[in-house]
């Protein structure tokens, strides 16, 4: 049992390593983001109804190699719009002020922000690479 009790401790904290830290406040990211001399990866997504950003998620953002490479370069926010999923009154209406504060159009659409809130790349869909054709993309932008 104890041996057990053991391995899902080990287990529920590998996890807990590798896996990346989302927010959802913009502001807050980018003050980290300028504090610690990183850049901002914001994630538009249609999480529970979105094909193309079920799938980022799942091949790409949720995996360890991602949560490691964006430990040391990005602060992460999601911001989310589901058709099913509850959210607060004042989350929706964040997310939506954002969504057209940045003309987003589609989902999933990834902007990366430098620490002064400068946007230094977008992204807009997924096409299904994998994991390292999809962090490539992210080589030499500028904090």
Known sequence: MKKILSLAILTLLAIQVTAAEWM???DKAK???KKENKLVFIDFTGSDWCPPCIKLKKDVLSTAEFAKY???KFVL????YPRSKEQSVELKAANRELQQQFKIKGFPTVVILD???KEVLRKVGFGGEDIAGYLKQFEGLKK
Do not use: F, P, R, S
């Open 77 to 80: 926010v999601e911001l989310d």
């Open 115 to 117: 620490g002064e809130g």
């Open 31 to 33: 003050a980290i983001a």
């Open 70 to 72: 964006a430990k040391e």
């Open 24 to 26: 959802t406040d913009l």
